[in-house]
């Protein structure tokens, strides 16, 4: 048995070793962020700039070969998925893609080393099972919670897109421009969907057309209504009919989606109460009604 427990230390040592080396003799990552609309990026972040600051200094005082080494154990186009999941959860200021791979390398030797760690007080073959197992954890935990940042920011932009459209039908039909309206709706509401429609107002001033500005914004979200309505505008400015009819039709096709969503959610809750009832709520119902009579007839029967 300490024959194998010093086998697997050592393997396990060569092998962070050779992975050292190999990420230490590869090239820098590139930069994958557009420099044309780095300024844009500024203004899209959800952390304060002090701990947005703080952030940036412990991810960029780590050595370099951290970061090559979670691209290296990465599949292919790592850079270019991982800026996609940045776009849908709003390019946090804090967050970029050297910054995740670094977390993704600094979690992988991290949590490797407290397997090895814990593995230790079985030995054996387990500790290079716990070892590998902890690292695979810190290498897709960064993924993990970056999916789900993305995750909810979609579903804020699906919850506040009927009310916006709302907003944005009627001050079309009040006499505004769409784009004087699309500011409106940007500035009188909060949260992800007024950041997107402030950022379409920002590209269409640096000089992208407005549906090139409308499809960028699709690009950049997961919510099937959002890119629905922007398809119709699309096709409404090329046909020519008019914006106030096809606002007004979508606003209220979202409104029926949204009631229908809610009637869905409930249909879902006898469902889900379900569990919880039979195997929490049941049990305990029995033992308290059912308790006193079994303790009484167990003390007449076997007294």
């Not at 940045?86 to 970029?96: E, K, M, R, T, V």
């Not at 309505?229 to 409104?255: C, D, P, W, Y």
Request: charged letters at 20%; one cysteine or more.
């Amino acid at each position: 048995m300490t024959v194998l427990l010093y086998v697997g230390l050592a393997a396990l040592v060569v092998s962070v070793v050779a992975l050292v080396v190999a990420a230490t003799s590869a090239r820098p990552v590139q930069q994958g962020v557009a420099r044309s609309l780095a300024l844009l990026e500024q203004g899209y972040g959800n952390l304060q700039p002090s701990a947005a600051e703080t952030v940036r200094a412990r991810f960029e005082s780590m050595p370099g070969w951290v970061r090559v080494l979670a691209m290296r154990l990465s599949p292919t186009g790592i850079e270019a998925r991982l800026q996609r999941r940045l776009d849908h959860a709003g390019n946090p200021q804090a967050w970029s893609v050297e910054r995740i791979l670094a977390a993704k390398g600094f979690g992988l030797i991290g949590l490797a080393l407290l397997g090895a760690l814990y593995g230790l007080a079985f030995g054996g073959l387990w500790l290079v099972v716990v070892a590998a197992a902890g690292g695979a954890a810190g290498l897709f935990l960064p993924d993990l919670l970056l999916y789900n940042a993305g995750i909810k920011r979609q579903d804020k932009i699906r919850k506040a897109l009927p009310d916006a459209l709302d907003m944005l039908t009627v001050c079309v039909e009040a006499g505004l421009g769409f784009d004087a309206a699309l500011a409106q709706v940007a500035r009188n509401t909060e949260g992800p969907l007024a950041s997107e429609f402030a950022r379409v107002l920002q590209e269409m001033q640096i000089g992208k057309s407005r549906s090139q500005a409308l499809r960028a914004m699709t690009d950049r979200t997961t919510v099937s209504e959002l890119r629905t309505f922007v398809s119709s505008l699309v096709q409404a400015s090329e046909l020519g009919i008019a914006l106030a009819t096809v606002l007004r039709e979508q606003a209220k096709e979202l409104r029926i989606k949204r009631r229908q969503r809610a009637e869905e959610q409930a249909q879902k809750v006898p469902v889900k109460i379900m569990f919880p009832l039979i195997f929490c709520i049941f049990p305990t119902l029995f033992i308290v009604v059912i308790g006193p009579g079994a303790i009484m007839i167990a003390e007449t029967l076997f007294k």
